[in-house]
Nanobody, 121 residues
Framework: QVELMESGGGSVQAGGSLKLSCSISGGYFFSCGMGWYRQTPGNERELVSYIFTDGTPKYGDSVKGRFTISQDNNKNMLYMTMNSLKTEDTAVYYC???????????????RGQGTQVTVSS
């Protein structure tokens, strides 16, 4: 069973930076892609950043140029560096991976418990 653990969230003033980390454990056969989503109360889950199997990143329009997604496959870690944070970036951030857990199975989605990011003015 794939398990994800986010860390690095916290409180920061507008204009500051944070780096989120996601530890991926449990093992999997193949990665279809992985990324970060965020959600605020009463709102839909929003894509923040995603990295595809070939390493191509994708970013939500609101974070382009400010956030950077990266991964360390050797350490089974996913990261997201967030710069120039804005108050509207306040949310719970979730690490999500789309992986084939075992040979012969289809890609499945796994999500972590989330980490709170609060940006104050």
């Amino acid at each position: 069973q794939v398990e994800l653990m986010e860390s690095g969230g916290g409180s920061v003033q507008a204009g500051g930076s944070l780096k989120l980390s996601c530890s991926i454990s449990g093992g999997y056969f193949f990665s279809c892609g992985m990324g970060w989503y965020r959600q605020t109360p009463g709102n839909e889950r929003e894509l923040v950043s995603y990295i595809f199997t070939d390493g191509t990143p994708k970013y939500g329009d609101s974070v382009k140029g400010r956030f950077t997604i990266s991964q360390d496959n050797n350490k089974n870690m996913l990261y997201m560096t967030m710069n120039s944070l804005k108050t509207e970036d306040t949310a719970v951030y979730y690490c999500e991976v789309d992986v084939v857990p075992e040979y012969g199975k289809a890609c499945e989605n796994f999500r972590g418990q989330g980490t709170q990011v609060t940006v104050s003015s």
